[in-house]
C-alpha cells in the first residue's frame, strides 16, 4: 500500500482529530449541543495513523516528499 500522507500532514491530521475528540467529549466549549460532530475527529486521526488519504488518492495528491537519490 503506497502512503500519500507526509510526517508534516499527519501531524496536523494528529491535532485537528484530538481538538475535534476533546469538543466531542466536552473539554473544548462543553455542552453547545453541537458536540456530536466532534466525532468526525475520528477520520484524519485514522488517516494519520494509516498514511493514506482516500480524496488525496482521488485528487492525485501526495504531501510525502520524494526520496533524493
Do not use: H, K, Q
Not at 484530538?18 to 484524519?44: E, K
Request: proline fraction near 4%.
Amino acid at each position: 500500500m503506497n502512503t500519500n500522507v507526509g510526517m508534516a500532514d499527519r501531524l496536523v491530521r494528529l491535532v485537528v482529530g484530538a481538538a475535534l475528540i476533546a469538543f466531542a467529549f466536552g473539554v473544548i466549549f462543553p455542552n453547545t449541543g453541537f458536540n456530536w460532530l466532534g466525532w468526525i475527529g475520528v477520520i484524519p486521526i485514522l488517516t494519520a495513523a494509516v498514511g493514506l488519504c482516500p480524496l488525496y488518492s482521488m485528487l492525485g495528491v501526495s504531501t510525502v516528499e520524494a526520496v533524493r537519490s
